[in-house]
């Protein structure tokens, strides 16, 4: 527990965020080039990705699956990507990725320390962020030119799924240190 008379340390500040957000929209991608399919809740599933998503399609050779099993984007950015393309609003669908969040930060979801791990709860699941969603090439093609460069830095993050359950739309999400690390 913080003491009121002392600073805050990096290390604490960095996992105290202002509130809670809620999961906007879940995508699912069934193949590349296929039109992503926006349902209300899915089956996430630990180490492998979402059910019905193309990437939980695939196996990894990793023992904790893929960096890349659920992609997210903040709400808040797309309007932003919007006015870096000279747009009034963009789709979602047209970026791909599976879950947009809104009013928390997902950059911040992802520790600065090698040795603390912060996750992201949704609904029952849990998921660690495990960096960047960097645009693909594909997306001038979808924004337009600059899209790519519009994106970069807005793209959201990607993350494994530690605990799987079903995700629904509506679900809060919040951020904390792991548990094994709160002692």
Do not use: W
């Not at 039109?35 to 059910?51: D, F, H, N, T, Y």
């Amino acid at each position: 527990m913080l003491s009121l008379n002392q600073p805050n340390s990096l290390r604490q500040l960095t996992t105290q965020f202002a509130k809670a957000g809620i999961l906007e929209k879940i995508l699912l991608r069934p193949a590349r080039r296929i039109p992503v399919k926006q349902v209300q809740s899915v089956l996430a599933i630990a180490k492998v990705g979402l059910e019905s998503d193309r990437t939980s399609l695939t196996q990894s050779a990793n023992a904790n699956g893929s960096s890349r099993q659920v992609t997210l984007i903040q709400a808040e950015h797309l309007a932003v990507i919007a006015a870096l393309c000279g747009l009034s609003e963009i789709d979602p669908a047209l970026l791909r990725r599976n879950l947009v969040i809104s009013g928390i930060n997902l950059i911040a979801a992802k520790s600065l320390f090698k040795d603390q791990t912060l996750l992201l709860k949704i609904g029952a699941t849990v998921l660690e962020v495990t960096g960047p969603c960097e645009p693909c090439s594909r997306i001038e093609e979808l924004l337009g030119v600059g899209g790519y460069n519009a994106m970069r830095g807005h793209g959201g993050v990607n993350a494994r799924i530690v605990k799987g359950g079903v995700l629904s739309v509506g679900d809060t999400v919040i951020c904390e240190l792991s548990s094994h690390q709160q002692d």
